[in-house]
């Protein structure tokens, strides 16, 4: 097969390692290791709480704190009258989503990140610059939210949060 640009590195031309032919067959192998990491962290997620909807409409961004950690923080939106949820950092190099500006564009509802302007596909995660963000399911059940994710969410941040933090 001929390369004629680079994903990795999102250039408009083979770049010295797809030349050299390991490239796109190193990129393939980690894109697989990555799904199915992402397919045993999906089998273990579980409905999480986070709160009654009324008390959650009045901000368009939620930060929902991740007893795994921070890097695992998740960003809950309104929009519209729905609720959106995926990773809140993003997929490029960890700019924080819940400050990003929201735009619609031929019925798709998309936030940009603030460092460098990325955008994201608010219900499947996906990225105009084929960078692919975590997305989670959201449900509304008796006037509560809920969010299936493998760790426990949190409005308020985790003691060990509050201690990175000071
Ligand atoms: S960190 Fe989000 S676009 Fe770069």
């Known amino acids: 097969m001929v ?10 031309h083979p770049c010295r390692l797809c030349v050299r032919s390991g490239h796109r067959a ?4 980690r894109a697989e290791e990555r799904a199915e990491e992402r397919t045993d962290r999906a089998e273990e ?9 009324a008390d ?15 890097s695992t923080d998740v960003c809950l939106f309104y929009v519209k009258g729905d609720f959106f949820a995926m990773d ?3 997929a490029h190099s960890g700019g924080p989503l819940c400050e990003g500006d929201i735009e619609e564009a031929d019925g798709v509802l998309k936030v940009f990140c ?5 955008d994201f596909d608010l219900r499947t995660g996906r990225s105009g610059t084929s960078l692919q963000q975590q997305v989670y399911e959201v449900k509304l059940e008796d006037g509560t939210v809920y969010v299936k994710h493998a760790s426990q969410l949190s409005l308020q941040p985790f003691p060990a949060d509050q201690h990175c933090s000071s």
Do not use: E, M
């Open 3 to 12: 390369v004629t640009h680079c994903k990795a590195l999102f250039l408009h």
């Open 26 to 29: 190193d990129r393939a192998d």
């Open 45 to 53: 997620r579980t409905w999480r709480l986070i709160g009654l909807s």
């Open 56 to 70: 959650l409409h009045n901000q368009r961004c939620r930060l929902l704190h991740s007893s795994a950690g921070r």
């Open 88 to 90: 809140a950092r993003c």
């Open 114 to 118: 603030p460092w460098h302007d990325y």
